[in-house]
Nanobody, 125 residues
Framework: QVQLVESGGGLVQAGGSLRLSCAAS????????MGWFRQAPGKDREFVAA????????YYADSVKGRFTISRDNVKNTVYLQMNSLKPEDTAVYYC??????????????????WGQGTQVTVSS
């Protein structure tokens, strides 16, 4: 079992930065692949970024490559999403997720096992 709580969302101007945090509870945290998804009003939840159990491998949606950075601290049981050069199209509710699967990364949100409640990110033009 893993419990996830996101924080760090808010309102920011285009070109600005935010860092999202996801605090995880559970002794097996280090064994989970962690990721971030986002959902804008009227749209499906979409993959943003993921990081492997070890933290060595990272994955990004094409829309955020070069701007967002995912990282994890297994000592603090925390996952981060550093978001730079934010654009209005980044506006969405951002969700932290955990996946206990050991195989290939899955980009479909419904296949991930645990979810936080989400944090709102709004980017103004």
């Amino acid at each position: 079992q893993v419990q996830l709580v996101e924080s760090g969302g808010g309102l920011v101007q285009a070109g600005g930065s935010l860092r999202l945090s996801c605090a995880a509870s559970g002794r097996t945290f280090s064994g989970y692949r962690m990721g971030w998804f986002r959902q804008a009003p009227g749209k499906d939840r979409e993959f943003v970024a993921a990081v492997s159990w070890s933290g060595l491998a990272t994955y990004y949606a094409d829309s955020v490559k070069g701007r967002f950075t995912i990282s994890r601290d297994n000592v603090k049981n925390t996952v981060y999403l550093q978001m730079n050069s934010l654009k209005p199209e980044d506006t969405a509710v951002y969700y932290c997720a955990a996946d206990q699967s050991a195989g290939s990364l899955r980009y479909t949100w419904s296949t991930w096992d645990y979810w936080g409640q989400g944090t709102q990110v709004t980017v103004s033009s």
